[in-house]
């Protein structure tokens, strides 16, 4: 027997899966999938560049682990080492949006 699937779209899901905005469950998703997004966006930058991890390390003085650890959502980053990378390396200035 064949099951059909119900397409829901991605707000929806969202609040399906993690509720309402506010909420402890929902705003420790959003933190978490900022810091995936900063890691994957870091990673997109650094290969856009031609840079391994250990390159990106050593021309922004840490270590290619720190980096693997960022690039993997797997370590928190400081505001101040982001924004060094970003000008040092990338040659860019980090710019942030507060929603509230």
Known sequence: MKRKTKIVDFDDHILQQYGEKGTKKRDSFEEGFE?????????????????TQEQ????CGTTK???SRIENNASDIRLSTL??????????HLKLNVEV
């Open 56 to 59: 990106l390390a050593q021309k």
């Open 65 to 67: 682990n720190y980096i």
């Open 35 to 51: 810091a995936f997004k900063l890691g994957i966006m870091l990673q997109e930058m650094r290969k856009d560049k031609g840079l």
């Open 83 to 92: 924004m060094r990378i970003i000008r040092e390396v990338f040659g860019g």
